[in-house]
T-cell receptor, first 113, second 112 residues
């Protein structure tokens, strides 16, 4: 059963507009969430994270929002740039004792000039 | 430069021929992990290691082995590869479990 879900396989936005990538999770024991960005032929790179005790974390153009009651987090990119075109993975720190990261399937973002 | 390296980057092999994919990190990280990425399935964890000589299964460990004899190295071993192990493999490391992981560039494996 998928514990971290990214229901949109792809998203296309115009340069300069806002990109919103969504992620849902099922395990209320998750206490830390991360977003990774992946370009083709490269490994994923860490983008931004948020602790479950917060509802928002901002880093430049990137903001992550966490709604614990809805078990939902989102990544906002404003303004979107063509260089943001990549696959974005949502991840959550597992609820087990080992605390491994559990990844979603990813959303491919395309930012058109 | 802090990095995770993997070798080889590309490998084509035949069913049953043992192979090893190496992974090395220079950040003195205790935690290391192997993932495979398949279309429509995202990143799935194969094995992980919390420290030297401490390894454990992830979500999809069947057909794989690992070892952690040194802190910096975490090789992935396929004793008898099969076509369903054709995938893109990533090694990752971090200071501890559940924190920001640094990923290697990936190894694309094809088993015919």
């Amino acid at each position: 059963d998928q514990q971290v879900k990214q229901n949109s396989p792809s998203l296309s936005v115009q340069e300069g507009r806002i990109s919103i990538l969504n992620c849902d999770y099922t395990n209320s024991m998750f206490d830390y969430f991360l977003w990774y960005k992946k370009y083709p032929a490269e490994g994923p790179t860490f983008l931004i994270s948020i602790s479950s005790i917060k509802d928002k974390n901002e880093d430049g153009r990137f903001t992550v929002f966490l709604n614990k009651s809805a078990k939902h987090l989102s990544l906002h990119i404003v303004p979107s740039q063509p260089g943001d075109s990549a696959v974005y993975f949502c991840a959550a720190r597992g609820g087990g004792s080992q605390g491994n990261l559990i990844f979603g399937k990813g959303t491919k973002l395309s930012v058109k000039p | 430069e802090a990095q995770v390296t993997q070798n080889p980057r590309y490998l084509i092999t035949v069913t049953g021929k043992k192979l090893t994919v190496t992974c090395s990190q220079n950040m003195n990280h205790e935690y290391m992990s192997w993932y495979r990425q398949d279309p429509g399935l995202g990143l799935r964890q194969i094995y992980y290691s919390m420290n030297v000589e401490v390894t454990d299964k992830g979500d999809v460990p069947e057909g794989y082995k690992v070892s952690r004899k040194e802190k910096r190295n975490f090789p992935l071993i396929l004793e008898s590869p099969s076509p369903n192990q054709t995938s893109l493999y990533f090694c990752a490391s971090s200071f501890g479990t559940g924190y920001e992981q640094y990923f290697g560039p990936g190894t694309r494996l094809t088993v015919t």
